[in-house]
């Protein structure tokens, strides 16, 4: 999942080298923080979050097999 996150966030942004994901595992849940330059912000966002919530859309689907919820952050 966290190779997902890195490659779509990768070709949106202007700085591709400053996309770090991280994540976070725990019994019910996986978090994936994704943090980007604060200039490439809106792009990972989109206009009215369209974008950040296609990323999210992506992010659970390929997920849908694991009995964990996959949410993620964008810092």
Not at 10 to 30: F, W, Y
Not at 69 to 75: A, F, W
């Amino acid at each position: 999942m966290k190779e997902l996150v890195e490659v779509i966030a990768s070709a949106l942004v202007d700085k591709p080298d400053e996309v770090v994901v991280t994540e976070t595992e725990n019994e019910k849940e996986i978090v994936l923080s994704l943090k980007v330059a604060p200039d490439d912000m809106g792009k990972v966002i989109g206009k009215q979050g369209k974008t950040a919530k296609a990323i999210r859309t992506v992010v659970r689907a390929s997920a849908s097999k694991s009995d964990k919820k996959i949410l993620v952050e964008i810092q």
